[in-house]
């Protein structure tokens, strides 16, 4: 008789039960969401370039497959110095006159997503992927 | 199984009422201009008032009716092989939870809304051939299990509150 209840109108009387059985659902959904999320951030693809932006401006784009030495001169007179150096398919902060070197000292960089910040310059260094080429990557 | 007059009727207000939903919402700025296709999905209040008040073809036909009429009037035939093929996941696993019964209108509408944007992700990986819109699935998860919780209060609260009496 109960039981009947509960099946004809879900949202009445035993509402309770159900309504804990959906927080566990949606936790349970959330959970799967974030490893999901959590595997493609552990398992993206390298960059293929690197694109440095000065104060929010684009400063300038370095492909990670020739080897370069970049310096970023930013401040007024270009008296702030980062060096960007790209070797090996990778993108690092030489050195830099920045007061805390926080950038000088952040491992380099080479997958997609991946940045290096200097606060005090304004300058961040960021990994993209080119976008698209013509062939498409799975075939259906 | 012939529908009577009455329930035709009512199926049709439904209809006209997730139409207009839909064009309430189309309205709306959008929420995130960073990220396009967040929606709350309005219109899926009404399906899934209508699901739980009569039944699965009954949802099934509306939805389809409700796609069609919004894409003819505002929208355009790429972006309805979209809404087809979310709305269709959508309303296979709503069903499958309604049945399931160990969730209420809110658990059920949050699976509707998740799978519907899963739905569209896997069209548009399948018809632009990129894998990369997986990071992309994973914004539209979370912005839909909440879209879904909103869409299944709303639609709990109507079904509880419209009498059986009046449809």
């Known amino acids: 008789m109960m039981n009947q209840e509960v099946k004809s109108t879900p949202t009445a009387k035993n509402g309770g039960r159900l309504f804990r059985n959906d927080v566990i659902f949606i936790a349970a959904l959330l959970v799967v969401v974030s490893l999901c999320g959590l595997c493609f951030y552990l398992f993206r693809g390298e960059g293929d370039k690197v694109v440095v932006t000065v104060d929010g401006t684009e400063y300038g784009t370095y492909s990670l497959a020739e080897d370069v030495r970049v310096e970023i001169r930013t401040g007024e007179a270009g008296e702030e110095l980062n060096v960007l150096v790209i070797k090996d398919g990778q993108a690092y902060v030489e050195t830099a006159t920045c007061p805390d070197g926080i950038c000088a000292g952040h491992k380099p960089i080479s997958r997609e997503g991946e940045s290096i910040v200097c606060l005090p310059h304004k300058v961040v260094i960021t990994v993209y992927t080119t976008e698209e080429k013509d062939a498409p990557d799975i075939v259906v | ?167």
């Open chain 2, 1 to 167: 199984m012939r529908p009577t007059t009455k329930k035709l009727a009512v199926l049709g207000l439904c209809t006209a009422v997730a139409l207009i939903l839909a064009y309430v919402e189309s309205m709306l700025p959008p929420l995130f201009h960073a990220v396009p296709g967040i929606k709350i999905g309005l219109p899926n209040i009404i399906i899934v008032f209508v699901l739980y008040r009569f039944g699965l073809r009954e949802a099934a036909a509306v939805s389809l009716i409700r796609m069609l009429a919004v894409s003819f009037l505002f929208g355009n035939m790429m972006a309805l092989v979209y809404s087809l093929a979310g709305a269709f996941l959508s309303m296979a696993v709503m069903a499958v939870f309604k049945k399931l019964n160990f969730l209420s209108v809110v658990g059920v509408s949050v699976a509707g809304g998740v799978f519907h944007n899963v739905g569209q992700i896997l069209t548009a990986m399948l018809l632009l051939g990129t894998a990369e819109l997986g990071y992309y699935l994973i914004v539209l998860a979370i912005t839909g299990t909440v879209s879904g919780i909103f869409v299944g209060l709303c639609g709990a609260i109507i079904v509880k509150r419209i009498p059986k009496k009046l449809i």
